[in-house]
Each structure stands twice: as structure tokens, then as C-alpha cells.
């Protein structure tokens, strides 16, 4: 998938990789570069990369990353690339002192994403008292189960691609999931949120598409629903109708089949279909479900719930969509495209994993970065840890530019970027972005 594509003018350095199972393979030896591993050595679901080996610093100390993602399922084509950006983060950031590995924790139970395995994760990972920080989680719903675990330990997380306004916002609520240090925020996340995420998918819907009507569908998770109470909000505010004034949600037990909510949509001729949740709750099963209705030339859009890979990922919404019919499919990703050398980390992932990097590769690489410097200023000292990335002075120089964490633990960097289906690579095309923190 050729999304979030960044550069990582770094040095190689010799920190060991591995996972939490304790058969750690290492990150490439100093001096030959992520390219010394082998295409053909892209890593398992869950594990370490399979990379040139290379020994622990003598004398330095041992400490952890956590990582808290759904690693396999219909979820794993969006974890495992983020997870991968992970690793070519701690392949390429040299810290000296420390041996730097890392604890790897899936969340996805049954094949989808799990708020209670979550918690679970996140409690393992915070009685590891070698874990300094976390990289994680990727779902919204999972968030809200892990913040009031990891507020209480003050173990900090950085997810990068959470977007639900009620994890941060103490206006929607996010008070509540840190009640046992209020003042003490141990979340926070590189991705913007629903709020700016919904009113772009709108703006696509009004402006690019010139849709007047549309019918949106939301699978009643937290992100899902957040986001299509957005859209809903934005298209109307515009001028758009939405048939039905609100979001039609699909309980689990319904996710197998949207044949009544399209035979419902069909009737008030929509010229758009939102839809608010994951390719795991049903978005590539409506676009197909869509063409079988006979609505196959009517635009979808989405969120970057959507964004898991081209159609020759199995899994992946475009692989499930199938025949599209018009191919009229939006989606949205809550991160920035236009990045800093743009090619260097598609040239260094592929050869390091023997793939394209994913929509969230850059953004798990800038988790590892905010936490990689706070361990070189501080220690290994997890509470001074969370201290040092939460802090709002502090501008953090990623892959994904220069930002800083609001006092909620929001990203200054507030931006969308656009992306359509291409029926000519069958796979995600970059449109455009909008930068919603400008001015």
C-alpha cells in the first residue's frame, strides 16, 4: 500500500528487535543499513524481524518497548505494518546505553480487535517493569479500555491511529478514563481526530463528489459511531441531506449482511454511502453488498478504518470489496502524506519486510521515536518517561515532521490526507490533504 510513505535519515544502529514470546532475532548490525536484510525476510504475525544478527551492547541496560496491536485476523493487515514501522524505528534510532527490545501484545481475539484483551495486554505490559513505553493501541474502543490501566501506572502510550474525540477531550468526556491521576496524562497519540477526520470525509462527500443526499452507516463501535456523528454533523452544516437524519447502526449480529439497511438506503436514491467503522465490521462487505444491490455506481466513502492495503491483501477492505462497479470509493487517513523524504522509508521497509509500507508504518515509526528520545534524556525511569512525552514543551522532529502534544495529549499536527480507489493498480491513490490546524 503506498500510503504514508516517509524517509528516516538515521543511523543504523545494533538494538536488538524481539518479541515478547523470547526467541528475539535482532535489527541489522551498525553500519549496514536496514537494506542488509533480505526481501524474503519479512517478519510473522507477531515476532521479531528477521534480520542480520547482531549482539546486545555489553554493559548496556535491558529495557522494552510494549507494543499493544491487533496482530492477527482481519485486523492484522493494519497492525502488522504498523508494528513493522515499529521495528525499523528501533533498526534505525541508536540509543546509547540501552539494549532495546520489545513486548509484543495482540489484542484481536476471534480475528477482530478486543477492548477486554486490551486490557489484559496493557496490564501485562505494565507489570513488565522493564517497559517504558508503549506503542499502541490501534482502535479506539481498545483505548478506552487501556487509558485508566495506564493512567494508574503511569506507563505511557502513544497510539498512532486512535481518532475518538472522548480518549483526550475533557469536553467528550475524557476525564473519565484517567480518574486515578486526572492531572497526569500518560495517553497520547500522533493521529488527529474523528472531529477533523468526519468533517473531512463530508468534504470529500460535498465538494469533490458533489453528493447532495447520502445514507450513512456507522458498525456502533467508538470510532465508528464518532466518526459518522461527524459526518453527519459537517455534510448537513454544508447543506447536504442525510437520509434517515442520522447514522442506521448495525449491531455485531447484523454485521454479516447490510442487504435491508441498502434495500432501506435505495429507496430515498442516495448519491453517497458513508460508512463509520473498520474493514473488520463490515466496510469491504457493504462495498460488495453495494454492487449486488445494483448500487455499485454510488460512491462510498470512509475513514482510515479503510486504509489495510491494496486488493492483493488478503483481508484488506479493496481485497473483500471486490468487483466495485464505479470505482467512486473514498477513504481518509489521519495523518499527513506529503512527509520528509518520501521515498527512504519505502526503500528501506521493502527491503527490510519484503512489502510496501502501510497507512500507519510512519505512524508506529514516530511512536517509537517520541519514546526513544524521552529514554535518551531521562532513563530508564518510566515515570520520568511518561513526563519527558507528555510534556507540551517539548517539539518532537519525526518522520512524520515537527509537532508537539497538546495538554490533553493531542497532536499540533492536524492533518488529513484524501485517497481514492485506482481501478489501474487496485490499490489506494493519493488525492490530496488539508492541514485543519493552519491559521
Not at 540509543?95 to 501484545?105: A, D, E, K, R
Request: glycine share 12%.
Amino acid at each position: 500500500m503506498k500510503l504514508a510513505r516517509v524517509g528516516a535519515a538515521l543511523a543504523i544502529a545494533s538494538i536488538v528487535v524481539g518479541a515478547c514470546s523470547g526467541s528475539a532475532t535482532t535489527a541489522p548490525s551498525a553500519g549496514g543499513g536496514a537494506s542488509a536484510a533480505p526481501a524474503s525476510a519479512a517478519p510473522s504475525a507477531v515476532g521479531g524481524a528477521s534480520a542480520a544478527p547482531a549482539s546486545a551492547a555489553a554493559g548496556a541496560v535491558d529495557v522494552k518497548i510494549g507494543i499493544e496491536l491487533p496482530l492477527s485476523g482481519a485486523d492484522l493487515p493494519n497492525g502488522q505494518p504498523t508494528l513493522n514501522g515499529v521495528k525499523l524505528a528501533l533498526a534505525q534510532i541508536p540509543v546509547p546505553g540501552f539494549n532495546v527490545t520489545l513486548n509484543v501484545q495482540d489484542d484481536a481475539v476471534n480475528g477482530v480487535h478486543d477492548p477486554q484483551q486490551g486490557a489484559k495486554n496493557i496490564q501485562t505490559l505494565v507489570n513488565d517493569a522493564s517497559v517504558m513505553g508503549v506503542v499502541g493501541p490501534f482502535n479506539s474502543n481498545v483505548a478506552k479500555a487501556e487509558i485508566p490501566i495506564g493512567n494508574a501506572a503511569g506507563l505511557v502510550q502513544c497510539s498512532p491511529a486512535n481518532t475518538n474525540i472522548s480518549l483526550t477531550k475533557p469536553e467528550f468526556g475524557a476525564g473519565d478514563l484517567r480518574k486515578t491521576n486526572p492531572d497526569k496524562i500518560a495517553y497520547v497519540r500522533v493521529a488527529t481526530t474523528d472531529d477533523i477526520q468526519g468533517a473531512a470525509g463530508a468534504d470529500i462527500a460535498y465538494t469533490i463528489v458533489k453528493a447532495r443526499k447520502a445514507f450513512v452507516i456507522d458498525d456502533t463501535e467508538t470510532y465508528g459511531k464518532a466518526l459518522s456523528d461527524q459526518f453527519v454533523a459537517t455534510f448537513t452544516k454544508l447543506g447536504g441531506t442525510v437520509i434517515g437524519g442520522s447514522s442506521h447502526g448495525v449491531p455485531k449480529s447484523g454485521q454479516g449482511d447490510f442487504t435491508s439497511l441498502l434495500s432501506l438506503a435505495k429507496k430515498d436514491s442516495p448519491d453517497f454511502v458513508f460508512f463509520g467503522g473498520v474493514t473488520a465490521t463490515g466496510g469491504g462487505l457493504l462495498r460488495k453488498q453495494m454492487v449486488t444491490a445494483g448500487m455499485g455506481a454510488i460512491p462510498m466513502g470512509g475513514g482510515d478504518g479503510l486504509s489495510d492495503g491494496a486488493a492483493s491483501v488478503k483481508g484488506s477492505f479493496l481485497n473483500l470489496a471486490g468487483d466495485q462497479g464505479d470505482p467512486n470509493t473514498y477513504m481518509t487517513v489521519a495523518a499527513t502524506h506529503d512527509i520528509p523524504n518520501p521515498t527512504k522509508l519505502a526503500a528501506d521497509y521493502k527491503a527490510m519486510f519484503g512489502a510496501e509500507p502501510g497507512a500507519y508504518s510512519a505512524s508506529g515509526y514516530a511512536c517509537a521515536q517520541v519514546i526513544l528520545e524521552a529514554l535518551k534524556n531521562v532513563g530508564a525511569d518510566r515515570a520520568k518517561v511518561r513526563a519527558y512525552v507528555t510534556d507540551p514543551s517539548h517539539t518532537y522532529d519525526t518522520v512524520l515532521g515537527k509537532f508537539q502534544f497538546d495538554k490533553n495529549g493531542d497532536t499540533t499536527q492536524r492533518i488529513i490526507s484524501d485517497y481514492t480507489f485506482d481501478p489501474g493498480t487496485k490499490d489506494w491513490k493519493f488525492v490530496s490533504q488539508k492541514d485543519f490546524g493552519a491559521g
